[in-house]
């Protein structure tokens, strides 16, 4: 069974600092991997995601994430971070193809704050 | 445009007590889903409709039932609310990009509580 490690529940930022949230991941086919952001009672927004290709994607707001598949891991990253920053943030992956039919799984998410 | 739309937004039931969470899509996607968010939990996923006339069970469906009544809309009903089942519900729909790949994307979700 498929399944998304989010290690981190919690991570404090200085604003301008450098951020980095992991993601580990467990899929027995070829994985289509996301991440998604919520702000405090808000839905899910669509950060990036990785299909194929560049192993390094970009996403909205400044965020990047590295593909590593020899690690199982999918780590999102951002070079400095602003208050605006400060959400719940989720890892997720689902299969290749079918069109995603089946549904994605998620982590547990990692809730960023932002220090002044 | 209004993408993922789900009624109500809030919702407070008594324990026995039924109802249904409202779901429609304007993006003419084959695929919508049902998730439910619990604290620490992330999102789990409750039943799916790969396309029109077709559900599957996801992760957790017991208590639940779904209807997909046609391309835009999915419903999803709790015949006797339990306080287990005091959640944030999320609908989705999925569809693919011209890339190939596809997306999903959410509503605003529904803050059900039982009591």
């Known amino acids: 069974a498929q399944s998304v490690t989010q290690p981190d529940i919690h991570i404090t930022v200085s604003e301008g600092a450098s951020l980095e949230l992991r993601c580990n991941y467990s899929y027995g086919a070829t994985p289509y991997l996301f991440w998604y952001v919520q702000s405090p009672g808000q839905g899910l927004q669509l950060l990036l995601k990785y299909f194929s290709g560049d192993t390094l994607v970009q996403g909205i707001k400044g965020f990047e994430a590295e593909f590593k598949r020899s690690q199982s891991s999918f780590n999102l990253r951002k070079p400095s971070v602003h208050w605006s920053d400060a959400a719940e943030y989720f890892c997720a992956v689902g299969p290749y193809s079918g069109g995603g039919a089946d549904g994605l799984t998620f982590g547990k998410g990692t809730h960023l704050i932002i220090q002044p | 445009n209004a993408g993922v739309t789900q009624t109500p937004k809030f919702q407070v039931l008594k324990t026995g007590q039924s109802m249904t969470l409202q779901c429609a899509q304007d993006?003419?996607?084959?695929?919508m889903y049902w998730y439910r968010q619990d604290p620490g939990m992330g999102l789990r996923l409750i039943y799916y409709s790969a396309s029109e006339g077709t559900t599957d069970k996801g992760e957790v469906p017991n208590g639940y039932n779904v209807s997909r009544l046609n391309k835009r809309e999915f419903s999803l009903r709790l015949e006797s609310a339990a306080p287990s089942q005091t959640s944030v519900y999320f609908c989705?729909?999925?569809?693919?990009?011209?890339?190939?790949?596809?997306?999903?994307?959410f509503g605003p979700g529904t803050r059900l509580t039982v009591t």
């Open positions: 989705a729909s999925s569809g693919l990009t011209s890339g190939g790949s596809y997306e999903q994307y």
């Open positions: 993006m003419n996607h084959n695929s």
